[in-house]
């Protein structure tokens, strides 16, 4: 327990840090929305077109590993999708808390974690749960808000658009430009890597910074907001790992140590992404936000557990 509370404590600091900046007056109303897009704009691209651009398709290639993941990511997505819909919630928020409640904190917390439990070993999935995760979930709750902010209902035109706005989009951009540089098989000039690995250094810290600004402003909660929130948090700490477990144990009967490696990553809290979706469509974030925090805390607790269960005694 205490290694895992010693990775998520920079996590706590960081949203603390933000929270104390705004509740003293240091940073004003408006800095968590700028800090926001700086993330958005610069550094949350800068990442995925690194990854994405360091990318080596044979290491990759663990077709079993990435069905087991990816389908527990996408079935969770689903069904809270399919929930708050039903509830009268909008397309664009229903896929913010849809993707709160299944994206996996496994950039800043994954890979670290994924050290001291399994060694190097770790290093290949955990860059395979990023990119499903920071790419490829991601894109989808993007093209849903996209779809449900467009007023055109005509397909071939609501298509037209959506497809518009997401060219315009840098998180959508930014992986696929990745993906074609590393088709040309050059090598980034050292300048470049430099910029690059400066810019997506500040994507996690200034996108925590960013919650902690956006929880200290007093703003009316939504009817039920504290409910759905701890509903949430529920789906993305127990049930997202228990799914993930029985499709990479029964379904597809990945090797042991895999199983315990793809459970440990899907019970990762919450990371920032919602949190920036949700800010950079202008949708409200009070239920993310919540999420995001009572994940963390509560993952102090099941992701220990889970590692004493698995025999991993951190």
Sequence with gaps: MFATLEILLPVFGLILAGFACRRSGVLGPNSASELNRFVVWLALPALLFDTMAHATWQQLYQPAFVA???????????????????????????????????????????FPLGLIAFGPASLTPSTIATIIVACVLFALAIVLIEIGLQTERRPHKLGLKVLASLARNPLIVSPIAGVLFASLHVAL?????????????????CALVSLGLFLA??????????????????????????????????????????????????????????????????????ITSRVILLSTIGSVITISLLLIVLGHHT
């Design 217 to 286: 402003e007093k703003r009316p909660a939504e009817p039920g907001a504290g409910g759905i929130s701890l509903l949430l948090t529920g789906v993305k700490l127990v049930v997202q790992p228990a799914l993930t477990w029985w499709l990479a144990a029964r379904v597809f009967g990945l090797p042991s140590t895999m199983v315990e490696m793809a459970v440990v990553l899907a019970a990762l809290p919450t990371g920032t992404g919602p949190f920036m979706l949700a800010e950079f469509y202008r949708r409200e974030a009070h």
């Design 189 to 205: 000039p050292a300048s470049a890597e430099t910029f690059l690995k400066l810019l997506m250094g500040a994507a996690s810290p």
């Design 68 to 110: 087991a993941f990816s389908i527990g990511c996408v079935v969770v997505f689903a069904l809270i999708l399919a929930a708050r819909l039903i509830s009268g919630r909008h397309l664009a928020d229903a896929s913010v808390d849809a993707i709160a409640a299944s994206y996996p904190n496994t950039g800043y917390i994954g």
